[in-house]
């Protein structure tokens, strides 16, 4: 299927969002993530089901100040 990962096309076969990310070669990093606008936690992502053109945004944590 087809998602929006942080504003680009994505194909992917995943069918949650934890597989999604594993796909994506995001497996192990520490990420915050939002699906369709709304903050999803780790412990969460197993649970939440993706479909065709849902909006997917990963964001990485930064360092400094």
């Not at 649970?47 to 990963?58: H, K, S, T």
Request: glycine letters at 10%; aromatic letters at 4%; charged letters at 25%.
């Amino acid at each position: 299927m087809t998602l929006l990962l942080n504003g680009e096309p994505q194909e992917v076969a995943a069918a949650t969002l934890a597989e999604a990310l594993a796909e994506l070669g995001y497996a192990g990093k520490i990420v915050a993530t939002a699906v369709n606008g709304e903050f999803v936690a780790a412990r969460k992502r197993e649970a939440v089901r993706l479909a065709e053109g849902d909006r997917i945004e990963v964001v990485a944590p930064m360092q400094g100040g």
